[in-house]
């Protein structure tokens, strides 16, 4: 992957150079039908208007990507994930295939690639492989020739010419990817809302969009469950520093292109004065949280890695973990799962762990959530967890569980309370005042 990218400018210009390379991403509802194609299309036709060269990473239509997994649960129960690759990527090649006709209806200069033709290189960990390498140079030939370029997101190819999958928001994670690789001027994520809210506008009337987030606080949100982006493609940007802005769009295809700059949500890599002043930026919450708990451990050097080994080898991701105090030799570890990997997290541990390591007993609720407090601001005020769990304690919330960094908060609740949660500490940081 090139990573000769010249240093970000400041994130506030809205001034974009002539020619600038602009990557658009366009999520599954924005692909969700014929119209919505056509739209895109249509927006995508602007910038290239404007003279700016454009590269498309459009994800399946809505509902594509289930019904083929349905499709392949249908033949078989145990599925090889190899051939769940090869059927999954085939939604995005759809997408690839619609966009480039419509652009070529409106006049525009089209040529579509599939991962594994650009090549975007990845390891061999079907349904969740990570980008190795990108090669630019076929593609770069098309944008130079002033072709919009449209590649399948979410697919890539490994050492053995297997088509592979990034997982479940993989697109995001290939548009940051190619952004950084082409040493793009800006990526821009179009999805169904508009921006990045300071709570889940479902949950709280009063969530308020911001204008900008850090790219540090954008990873926590999204790895906390926000899913405006994918946890990788964060890092991507992160890393790589790629400008990127989240935009909706449902808006008006035709809309300036000055104005729809200023619409949506900047990521940004600086923390100004403006931002420190909000302590906390906002709330996030992850529903499908599971909670499994080894109780009597012997609390010996290695019990950790004894207990998570088996559950890492089986490729489940930890998140929340808590050691107690020993008592007489002996001690309780808690961790938590995704609620999907929770059956299989306790297989793993009732079939191996328990009797290798004498746990007194193994038990769990997959029941739980987990809600968070993220701001940049953390790191220079004081009494965020105190107003947080004072809050809680006033609506009857009881903590399971509490981790924290530099600039998150977060606290494990049953999940019947997971949404009065939100809105009682969206309330108590005055969030909806900006």
Known sequence: MRRDAAPSQPFTTLLIPAMALIVHKYGGTSMGSIERIRNVALRVAKW???????????????????????????????????????????????????????????????????????????????TKARII????????????????????????????????TLGRGGSDTSALALAAAFAAHECLI??????????DPRIVDQARRLECITCEEMLEMASLGSKVLHTRSVEFAGK?????????????????????MQSGTLMTFEEDKTMEQAVVSGIAHQRDEARIALLGVPDTPGIAY??????????????????????????????TVARSDYARALDILNASVKTQIGAHQVVGDPKV???????????????VASTMFRTLAEEGINIQMISTSE???????????MELAVRALHKAFALERG
């Open 133 to 164: 390498e990108i090669d630019c140079a076929r593609v770069q030939c098309d944008l130079d020739a002033g072709q919009v370029v449209v590649i399948a997101g979410f697919q890539g190819v490994d050492g053995e010419n297997n088509i592979t």
């Open 369 to 383: 959530s987990k809600v968070s407090a993220v701001g940049v601001g953390m790191r220079s005020h004081v009494g």
């Open 48 to 126: 290239h208007r404007a003279g700016h060269q454009m590269m498309v990473v459009p994800s399946a239509m809505a509902g594509e990507t289930n019904r083929l997994l349905e499709l392949a649960y249908a033949v078989s129960v145990q599925l090889e994930p190899r051939e769940l690759d090869m059927i999954a990527a085939t939604g995005e090649q759809i997408s690839i295939g619609l966009l480039s006709l419509a652009l070529k209806e409106l006049g525009v200069g089209a040529r579509s690639y599939a991962g594994w033709q650009v090549p975007i290189k990845t390891d061999s960990t079907f």
């Open 240 to 260: 790589y520093r790629v400008k990127t802005r989240v935009l909706s769009s449902l808006t008006d295809p035709a809309m300036p292109l000055e104005e729809e």
């Open 306 to 335: 004894q207990i998570l080994g088996p559950i890492a080898h089986a490729h489940i991701d930890v998140d929340m973990i808590v050691q107690n105090q020993s008592v007489q030799g002996r001690t309780d570890f808690t961790f």
């Open 407 to 417: 600039i998150k908060i977060s606290v494990l609740i049953d999940e019947k309370y």
């Open 190 to 199: 179009y999805t169904d809302v508009d921006g990045v809210y300071t709570a």
